[in-house]
């Protein structure tokens, strides 16, 4: 992968799936920004890798980020494909906030995505959380072409360590791969529905659901009319696809 360095990753679907510790991550994360080495990071689960497959331009940046496994369905499918789950279920809900508190050295950290409102609310979260960092929103995620020059200025001058991109799958690595580069950040991170968490704007499941991996059946009761194709139709899908895959024997790519 031309940024990212030579991980070895587990094929899932087509997409490199970086088999990582949570400490590993973290260690890499950090790595990465001490030798500023551009990356664009992002999280393949069963519904962004359904996407992939069926979204050439969207599978084919992906082979230029690193990618860390986000869920149960990537684990199952790791399992089937390579026998063994992925070491961590580094979901970018919990790994991006238990990053920033990790990372002690102060570092700037930028923000895109989401309604006004809630990425306001999401930056004074973060700011509890790991107040050692200085945080700046470069924007919210209503922004047209027209404003991406005065974006791209706005990351030039911040000059984000880390840079959180919240526009849901696939227009923020989308965005992310024709947008940035070394000149913006040095860590950019796909992070969905990140900054709706941390605002209050969506509710995570409660704890005990978290643990036994259904917080994708709790997002399904939360909000059936708008995830249920994700879920009902998306799941079943995936494990198709994954069965697929396992008749034709790919496995590994570096």
């Known amino acids: 992968m031309d940024d990212n360095g030579p991980i070895p990753g587990r094929l899932i679907l087509g997409v490199p799936v970086a088999p990582l510790r949570r400490d590993e991550a973290i260690a890499e994360m950090a790595e990465r920004i001490s030798s500023r080495q551009f990356t664009r990071v992002t999280w393949l689960n069963a519904h962004n890798a359904n996407l992939a497959c069926e979204n050439s331009e969207f599978r084919s940046v992906l082979q230029d ?78 922004f047209t072409p027209a404003d991406e020059p005065r974006l791209s200025q706005a990351l030039q001058d911040f000059a984000p360590h880390i840079l959180l991109v919240a526009m849901g799958v696939p227009r923020q690595e989308l965005f992310m791969a024709r947008m940035l580069g070394p000149q913006h950040c040095i860590l950019a991170f796909g992070v969905g529905a990140l900054f709706d968490f941390m605002g209050g704007a969506v509710p995570r ?35 198709i696809r994954v069965l697929q895959a396992k008749l034709k024997g790919v496995k590994w790519v570096q």
């Not at 950290?109 to 306001?120: F, S």
């Not at 059936?224 to 194709?229: A, E, G, I």
């Open 65 to 142: 980020f690193l990618v860390l496994p986000d869920g149960i369905g990537v684990d199952i499918a790791s399992k089937l494909l390579h026998g063994t789950p992925f070491p961590a279920n580094l979901n970018g809900t919990d790994f991006t906030p238990a990053l920033l508190q990790a990372l002690q050295q102060p570092l700037r950290i930028g923000l895109i995505g989401a309604r006004p409102e809630v990425v306001k609310r999401a930056a004074a979260k973060f700011r509890e959380l790991a107040p050692q960092h200085e945080y700046r929103i470069i924007s919210d995620g209503f």
């Open 205 to 239: 499941a409660p704890a005990h659901i978290q643990r036994l991996r259904l917080e994708w059946a709790y997002r399904l009761m939360q909000e059936p009319r708008r995830l249920w194709r994700r879920y009902i139709v998306g799941n079943p899908l995936f494990l």
